[in-house]
């Protein structure tokens, strides 16, 4: 008879944010798998869970790792399936190995805790009645630019991860194309120094940039627009924009983002 594998939801910041029944599962395991070992050593040794085995899971060897970790599950071992914060599979690894354990028959139970996702979502005074998770934002202006336009028609609050040192380019980019839509960045959720910066784009980051340094683990959220209902035609609207000196395609790009289009969408409108 098979194991079962656990999917172990562990404090973001805040320890005492682990549940009891997670607590119970890391205790019984026979195996945590883990992304890393210190770090989830770290947790065990304060809630005094000793001499319990472990075994590093991370992006780099998941693939390798799948098949041991199945390999053991098949042989009646139960194991727990750990990120070093928040909950498994949420921008975290362990995709690979809840899919091969599926395939194989074998049962997979999540044991739900912290989320940063819906931490920052019930704080930020955001709609939350539909919102979508896009995990990191691209590291590069051009490709995160262009993921922002894709999504600029979205009719949902929109959460993303974002690491410190790139949040001020982010919200630079968020600005140029979202204009003065609501922000909020969540950052240090749970933790001693957590906070919710509100306001537009340009306004956060004014705040963030009086600062010497940004630090932390940073949730940025974006309100969902109100859908753009226009009259003029798309070729009028971009022909409009011409004849008051933006160049075509700058013309285009705006009126996509301003409908929630596509510049290829546009283009094909106004030459077709």
Known sequence: MPGTLYLV????????????????????ADLIACEDTRQTGKLLQHFEIISKPMVSYHEHNETARTNE????????????????????LVSDPG???????????????????????????????????????????????????????????EDCTLVFYEAPHRILDALSDV??????????????????HEEFLRGTADEVRAQL????????????????????????????????LEQKGVPRMDAIKQVARERGLSKREVYSKITG
Not at 134 to 142: M, S
Not at 209 to 229: F, H, M, N, Q
């Open 9 to 28: 939801a562990t404090p973001i910041g805040n320890l005492e944010d682990i549940t009891l029944r997670a607590l119970r599962v890391l205790r019984e």
């Open 69 to 88: 970790l199945i390999a053991k599950l098949e042989g009646g071992s139960n194991i727990a399936l750990v990120s070093d914060a928040g909950t498994p």
């Open 95 to 153: 995709y690979r190995l809840v899919t091969a354990a599926i395939g194989a028959g074998i049962p997979v139970v999540p044991i739900p805790g912290a989320s940063a996702v819906l931490s920052a979502l019930s704080g930020a005074g955001l709609p939350t009645d539909a919102f979508r998770f896009c995990g990191f934002l691209p590291p590069k202006t051009g490709q995160r630019k262009k993921v922002l336009e894709e999504l600029r028609g």
């Open 175 to 192: 600005s140029a194309v979202y204009n003065d839509r609501p922000v909020v960045v969540a950052r240090e959720l749970t933790k001693l």
């Open 209 to 240: 940039t009086a600062r010497p340094s940004v630090k932390g683990e940073i949730t940025l959220i974006l309100a969902k627009g109100s859908p753009v209902i226009a009259d003029t035609p798309i070729e009028d609207a971009v022909r409009e």
